[in-house]
T-cell receptor
Framework: DTEVTQTPKHLVMGMTNKKSLKCEQH?????MYWYKQKAKKPPELMFV???????INESVPSRFSPECPNSSLLNLHLHALQPEDSALYLC??????????????FGPGTRLTVT | AQKITQTQPGMFVQEKEAVTLDCTYD???????LFWYKQPSSGEMIFLIY??????QNATEGRYSLNFQKARKSANLVISASQLGDSAMYFC????????????FGKGTKLTVNP
């Protein structure tokens, strides 16, 4: 089973709201990722967790706060977002973070609209 | 630093014909993996095929094959017997041993399959 699940599928939030995106995988993967994708562009890496520890933060604004409660779950907490943060947010996982030969499996994404 | 170049913003193919999507890469790292992903309009990134830098044979997965020419640093995706459901955005991506956990994407090629 190569499934990564994400909830919710769609999210509309105001600039003062607090919301969370959730991601789950049951493939025993040790690395999990958050990406942001704008229309007609490739995904941009935001965060990498390796063995439940944050290993990469691509200079993401603090209004995005990642959390990895356990090896299967990854959350992205959102607070005081801006309209330009509207995008497709993709979660991914892979067997290992350091090995270049492991593919990443992506979830279906959350389409976020900030009003 | 790693770089992926996809020079075809859009491609058209007739149903049941074969199509080649171009991808060139640049890295000084001898150990790397090359990946192709499909992204339909629904948004999910679907892993298609993988090629390792030390693999002697071209990778194949069903109707997908990867034409790996290491000396030319190219990793073109060949889709045989195109189907209407193949219409999507296709991304070439790369991870290098020295590139940490990052998956570097090209800008993508939008494939349209005509009936």
């Amino acid at each position: 089973d190569t499934e990564v699940t994400q909830t919710p599928k769609h999210l509309v939030m105001g600039m003062t709201n607090k919301k969370s995106l959730k991601c789950e995988q049951h493939m025993g993967h040790r690395a999990m990722y958050w990406y942001k994708q704008k229309a007609k562009k490739p995904p941009e890496l935001m965060f990498v967790y390796s063995y439940e520890k944050l290993s990469i933060n691509e200079s993401v604004p603090s209004r995005f706060s990642p959390e990895c409660p356990n090896s299967s779950l990854l959350n992205l907490h959102l607070h005081a977002l801006q309209p330009e943060d509207s995008a497709l947010y993709l979660c991914a996982s892979s067997q290992g973070a350091q090995d270049p030969y492991y593919e990443q499996y992506f979830g279906p994404g959350t389409r976020l609209t900030v009003t | 630093a790693q770089k992926i170049t996809q020079t075809q913003p859009g491609m058209f193919v007739q149903e049941k014909e074969a199509v080649t999507l171009d991808c060139t890469y640049d890295t000084s790292d001898p150990s790397y993996g090359l990946f192709w992903y499909k992204q339909p309009s629904s948004g999910e990134m679907i892993f298609l095929i993988y090629q390792g830098s030390y693999d002697q044979q071209n990778a194949t997965e069903g109707r997908y094959s990867l034409n790996f020419q290491k000396a030319r640093k190219s990793a073109n995706l060949v889709i045989s017997a195109s189907q209407l459901g193949d219409s999507a955005m296709y991304f070439c991506a790369m991870r290098a041993q020295g590139g940490s956990e990052k998956l570097v994407f090209g800008k993508g090629t939008k494939l349209t399959v005509n009936p």
